[in-house]
């Protein structure tokens, strides 16, 4: 077994799951979007235990994410977010993910495909509240709604939006949530009038789970809530980090002041110091922008990444005298809150806690903890 591995604990991501439960009640379902292999911590492993905490839905990018979880035997409902190719669709429809739609091409090819493979085809109408990334406007959500539900082979369940600041308390930003909320339940309301059922409703991500009662409606899509990073840290969820990055130490050495560490020479030891190696670097996706910068938990204590991460390796201050020993265990992050976690990591080098854990390369074994 590799020294470094991304420990995945489960027990956290079902602690998450009862979290944002108790916030949105028992008849609102839960979507788990397991897309970019569940946000790096491993789609199948996270898909099987969530659903079996009685998640309802699941939500992937690509087809082949959707694929990858039909194949492993998982058979509840898979949303596909992004818009597939004109050759990608017959495996949409064999896989039986369902697809959001937006225009009448994609609607139509998605038919033709349901038609090909002889199989009808769930799919839900995706509507631009204020994203602007897919959606149809709302003025043009009727008439495909039409569309979708005289298809002989395409079935209507579901009716969706996005929100882009959820996320935020900022009375502008709620505001505008709110107005987003108004027009897709306000579509709902249309679609009913002309006979036609919406199905399931849904709009949240974890920010709107948060700040947003009204948004919650038939089903809501946390993500990064449910991998343990609060969405609105001022508003606290109570979530716990499920992926802890973990190494071990390989080489111990005494270093002189004035002795300079990793490329660039860019730290020398100011003082007469220990230094460990450990077997992690950007390679593993401990990302380059760490260096100087990081700090690792290794027997209760942080100690400060020096000198360049680079793509194999990187190096720790002990100080002198740490009782520190060679093969003991480093934590690059993490829920033990005496150390980072991979939203620290974000703060400090100027990104999000989703794209720390999806840089957690290929290289990584996920170890999956019950
Ligand atoms: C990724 C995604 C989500 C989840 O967002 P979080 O911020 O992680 O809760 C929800 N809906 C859509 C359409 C997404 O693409």
Same mark, same amino acid.
């Given at each position: 077994?590799?020294?470094? /591995? ?19 009640? @028992? ?14 911590? $491993? ?13 309802e839905y699941l939500a992937v990018a690509t087809v082949s994410e959707g694929a990858q979880l039909r194949d492993a035997g998982i058979d509840k409902p898979v949303l596909l977010l992004n818009q597939a190719l004109p050759e ?44 602007g990334r897919i959606g149809c406007a709302p003025e043009a959500a009727l008439e495909l709604a039409r569309l979708i539900d005289q298809d002989p082979r395409l079935r209507f369940s579901g009716l969706c939006t996005h929100f ?27 679609? /009913? ?34 991998? %343990? ?8 969820? $109570? ?9 071990? *130490? ?16 860019? +730290?020398? #030891? ?12 950007? %390679? ?9 910068? %990081? ?28 009782? *520190? ?14 150390? +980072?976690?991979?939203?620290?990591? #974000? ?5 999000? @806690?989703?794209?720390?854990?999806? +840089? ?5 074994? /996920?170890?999956?903890?019950?």
């Amino acid at each position: 077994m590799r020294a470094t /591995r991304a420990l995945i604990h489960l027990q956290n991501l079902r602690h998450n799951i009862d979290a944002v439960r108790g916030k949105i009640g @028992p008849s609102c379902r839960i979507c788990l979007p397991v897309k970019a292999n569940a946000y790096g911590h $491993g789609a199948v492993d996270i898909a099987r235990a969530a659903v079996d905490h009685g998640v309802e839905y699941l939500a992937v990018a690509t087809v082949s994410e959707g694929a990858q979880l039909r194949d492993a035997g998982i058979d509840k409902p898979v949303l596909l977010l992004n818009q597939a190719l004109p050759e990608e669709l017959d495996g949409l429809v064999s896989n039986r993910l369902i697809p959001v739609a937006a225009d009448r091409d994609y609607i139509a090819a998605l038919s033709a495909a349901a038609a090909r493979v002889d199989q009808d085809l769930a799919l839900h109408l995706k509507v631009d509240t204020g994203m602007g990334r897919i959606g149809c406007a709302p003025e043009a959500a009727l008439e495909l709604a039409r569309l979708i539900d005289q298809d002989p082979r395409l079935r209507f369940s579901g009716l969706c939006t996005h929100f882009p600041s959820a996320d935020s308390l900022d009375p502008e930003d709620r505001e505008f949530t709110r107005k987003q909320v108004g027009l897709i339940t306000k579509l709902a309301d249309t679609l /009913r009038a002309e006979g036609i059922s919406p199905g399931l409703v849904h709009a949240a991500n974890s920010g709107g789970v948060v700040t947003s009662p009204e948004s919650l409606l038939d089903m809501v899509r946390p993500g990064i809530a449910l991998y %343990g990073y609060e969405p609105v840290p001022e508003a606290p969820l $109570g979530v716990r980090p499920v992926m802890e990055l973990v190494t071990r *130490i390989v080489f111990i050495k005494k270093v002189r002041a004035g002795q300079p560490v990793s490329y660039g020479r860019t +730290w020398t #030891a100011p003082h007469d110091t220990e230094i460990a190696t450990l077997p992690v670097g950007y %390679g593993d996706g401990y990302n380059r922008l760490l260096s100087g910068r %990081g700090e690792v938990l290794v027997n209760g204590r942080r100690y400060p990444v020096v000198g360049r991460v680079c793509m194999d390796m990187c190096m720790i201050d002990l100080g002198p005298g740490s009782g *520190i020993g060679l093969h003991d265990q480093a934590v690059l992050f993490g829920p033990d809150p005496a150390g +980072w976690s991979a939203a620290d990591i #974000a703060a400090r080098i100027g990104t999000i @806690p989703y794209e720390v854990t999806c +840089w957690i390369s290929q290289r990584v074994p /996920r170890e999956v903890l019950p």
